[in-house]
């Protein structure tokens, strides 16, 4: 086999292993650096949120991979938001008009096992566990446990927001990568099925408890649990610095989420428990050097409002293949092709994730709000090709992310001049005509 045809891959979470299928199935041999143990023998956590929101642009790069019959049984459908509000009652707010239009619950852990199963049965794959990545310098990759490896062919860090990949890149940019603190942390908490085996809340939806500042979450499982994760900010007055002991704990949580409160398991000692995870977008310009380029967190980790971290970083996978089809195995071609083509998308989600925290964690309650969606979605009934609601474009169409920010924009200005009472059509549709060109 020729040098062309090795490729190696640091890290082997979400985007790693399915990167490592794409090229074995385009005949390359991989090798695959993980730090963990293999979670397949190992009783180990796959690390942060258990479960996650699997949305178009990742099932669409798991069937390009023909990953996706051995996923989609893992896979509960959220067909809406359920909101909670601070009086008990609860708004189940559909994320589409139509019925096929819906994002789903998977575990992050089966996920992974799959993908690092089916990237092994290609026979093409190599995955070695216990491998950290300590330092990688000019074309040498050096490992934690002592080994030095000379990387034959590219390499690609899959490793993940704190990536050290990206930290040998930065070392030879004169524009280094930036993270930029969220100033909000998370918690993760969990449901567990009733005494009769099932879901203590609706399954099928995504479940918020919006208050302005902060908001729980909850995602449902295929045990009939449910994840629920608390984000909040880490200073000021109701935030993760004030709340220091149980009575803290479960007073707060019986002001702001009384009804979730007698569900949670072990509570609050669960909250102590589990670790406070940070949260910060990670802005790189320049994603290669020689050898090396960065995929997935490890280029352009985003918050997780818009459930759409893994499945950009899926997406980034068939971007990168689409490169190596146009540029014909130039890798340094390929590689200035995949930074330049994908980061004003990446930096788009960046953007629209930061936006939709405000939105779950406040706006989904307010009327207003609820007055813009409705003139939203009577938009996109009567111009489907035209009026796509933006977290529809988001989740539910490939749409690159840089042009759905862009129509987001102009449809935001359209609906500020429409009342939803009195919906006047002949004035939507001109300025729509003017200014939105159908999709497809
Ligand atoms: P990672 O999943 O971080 O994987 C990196 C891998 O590299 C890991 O296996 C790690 O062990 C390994 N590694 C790290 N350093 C080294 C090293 N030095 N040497 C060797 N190996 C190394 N996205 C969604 O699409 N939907 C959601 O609903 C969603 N919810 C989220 C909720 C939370 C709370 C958070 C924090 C994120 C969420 N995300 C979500 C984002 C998603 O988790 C990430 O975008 C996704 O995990 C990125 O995959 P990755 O493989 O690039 O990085």
């Known amino acids: 086999m020729s040098g062309d045809s090795k490729k190696t891959i640091i890290g082997s979470g979400l985007t790693g292993p399915l990167l490592a299928i794409m090229l074995a199935n385009r005949g390359y041999t991989v090798d695959l650096y993980e730090k963990r143990a293999d979670l397949r023998k190992a009783d180990i956590s796959a690390g942060r949120s258990i479960n996650l929101a699997l949305s178009h642009r990742g099932i669409h790069a798991l069937k390009s991979a023909n990953v996706f019959n051995e996923i989609e049984p893992l896979l509960i459908p959220m067909k809406g938001r359920m909101v909670h509000l601070p009086d008990g009652n609860t708004d189940f707010q559909p994320y589409s008009i139509n019925s096929h239009?819906?994002?789903n619950s998977v575990s992050r852990g089966e996920?992974?096992?799959?993908?690092?199963?089916?990237?092994?049965?290609?026979g093409n794959v190599n995955i070695h566990f216990k491998h950290t990545l300590s330092k990688a310098e000019s074309g040498v990759l050096v490992f934690e446990n002592g080994k030095r490896i000379e990387a034959e062919g590219e390499v690609f860090g899959a490793d993940g927001a704190g990536s050290v990949v990206r930290q040998y890149i930065d070392s030879n940019s004169d524009k280094p990568s930036k993270s930029e603190p969220l100033g909000h942390a998370y918690k993760e908490l969990s449901i567990s099925a009733d005494a009769a085996g099932e879901f203590k809340l609706e399954p099928n939806a995504l479940h918020i408890w919006p208050r302005g500042q902060f908001m729980l979450i909850a995602l449902p499982n295929t045990d009939k649990s449910f994840t629920c994760t608390l984000f909040m900010p880490i200073e000021g007055e109701n935030s993760f610095t004030t709340l220091v002991n149980a009575d803290d704990v479960s007073c707060f949580f019986n002001e702001y989420f009384a009804d979730a409160?007698?569900?949670?398991d072990d509570f609050p000692w669960t909250y102590f428990d589990n670790p406070t995870g940070k949260l910060a977008t990670i802005y790189a310009e320049r994603w290669h050097y020689e050898n090396f380029c960065l995929i997935g967190d490890a280029a352009h980790a985003v918050v997780p409002f818009f459930g759409q971290g893994m499945n950009a970083s899926f997406e980034?996978?068939?971007?990168l293949l689409g490169c190596i089809d146009e540029c014909n195995r130039n890798w340094q071609a390929i590689f200035s092709a995949f930074n330049e083509k994908r980061k004003p998308d990446t930096d788009a989600i960046a953007k629209m994730a930061i936006?939709?925290?405000i939105e779950m964690r406040d706006l989904v309650a307010q009327p207003e709000y609820l007055a813009r969606k409705?003139?939203?979605?009577?938009?996109?009934r009567k111009f489907p090709n035209q009026f796509i609601p933006r977290y529809n474009m988001v989740s539910f169409s490939s749409i690159p992310y840089a042009e759905v920010y862009r129509r987001g924009m102009v449809q935001k200005e359209i609906i500020s001049n429409l009342n939803s009472e009195n919906l006047d059509f002949p004035l939507a549709e001109s300025l729509i005509s003017e200014q939105l060109e159908p999709v497809n």
């Not at 996920?111 to 290609?122: P, W």
């Not at 409705?374 to 996109?380: D, F, M, R, S, T």
Request: aromatic letters at 10%.
């Open 374 to 380: 409705k003139i939203a979605n009577q938009l996109y």
């Open 261 to 264: 409160l007698p569900l949670l």
């Open 355 to 357: 936006e939709n925290y």
């Open 101 to 103: 239009e819906y994002i």
């Open 316 to 319: 980034d996978c068939e971007v």
């Open 111 to 122: 996920l992974n096992k799959i993908l690092m199963t089916v990237a092994e049965k290609t």
